[in-house]
T-cell receptor, first 115, second 116 residues
Framework: AQSVAQPEDQVNVAEGNPLTVKCTYS??????LFWYVQYPNRGLQFLLK??????LVKGSYGFEAEFNKSQTSFHLKKPSALVSDSALYFC?????????????FGTGTRLKVLA | KAGVTQTPRYLIKTRGQQVTLSCSPI?????VSWYQQTPGQGLQFLFE???????NKGNFPGRFSGRQFSNSRSEMNVSTLELGDSALYLC???????????????FGNGTRLTVT
């Protein structure tokens, strides 16, 4: 079965330190990969995507993600965390050739940036 | 450009009732998807509409239905509500101009449904 795993329910990091939120996937072929962020009582907000090309993709608010095909991972990173980055982060995968916007989402990782 | 608008923001219903949720996509977006978000199950795909046609459906019972109008606005309906239907229902739209599905989904703020 196709799946997306976010192994950490919560990640704590001090403000100013680098952060990493992990995502691995089990989808055959070359899926499209996305990261979204959710603030309390809000919908999901798009951060970045990997479709093809460079393995390091840059997105909004200083976030970037590294695609690793051999490890089927797409980890979200930021060089210097801000308190305002505290939120719920979701990794999502769109299986290839599915002909639809049916995404498979991870269970989410709560990022807490400590001042 | 206005974002995806979902109404109402909050709903409280009783078991056995039915409910209709509304979604207005970003202007020009013809694809509308619906997701259910719960603490236990995370985000689950409900269905997707494009040009008034349902293109895909998730693993939900027939009590969950939807439709899309000619102006791309969409509604979803849940009949005979159960306690387990309490969730945040998210609508998302996308342009998908090139037909390759690589443009991201844009989500509304959701409708929080509470069934008592």
């Amino acid at each position: 079965a196709q799946s997306v795993a976010q192994p950490e329910d919560q990640v704590n990091v001090a403000e100013g330190n680098p952060l990493t939120v992990k995502c691995t996937y089990s989808v055959s072929g070359n899926p499209y990969l996305f990261w979204y962020v959710q603030y309390p009582n809000r919908g999901l907000q798009f951060l970045l995507k990997y479709i093809t090309g460079d393995n390091l993709v840059k997105g909004s608010y200083g976030f970037e993600a590294e695609f690793n095909k051999s490890q089927t991972s797409f980890h979200l990173k930021k060089p210097s965390a801000l308190v305002s980055d505290s939120a719920l982060y979701f990794c999502a995968v769109r299986p290839p050739a599915s002909g639809t916007y049916k995404y498979i989402f991870g269970t989410g990782t709560r990022l807490k940036v400590l001042a | 450009k206005a974002g995806v608008t979902q109404t109402p923001r909050y709903l409280i219903k009783t078991r056995g009732q039915q409910v209709t949720l509304s979604c207005s996509p970003i202007s020009g977006h013809r694809s509308v998807s619906w997701y259910q978000q719960t603490p236990g199950q995370g985000l689950q795909f409900l269905f997707e509409y494009f040009s008034e046609t349902q293109r895909n459906k998730g693993n939900f019972p027939g009590r969950f239905s939807g439709r899309q109008f000619s102006n791309s606005r969409s509604e979803m309906n849940v009949s005979t509500l159960e306690l387990g239907d309490s969730a945040l229902y998210l609508c998302a739209s996308s342009s998908n101009r090139d037909g390759r599905y690589n443009s991201p989904l844009h989500f509304g703020n959701g409708t929080r449904l509470t069934v008592t």
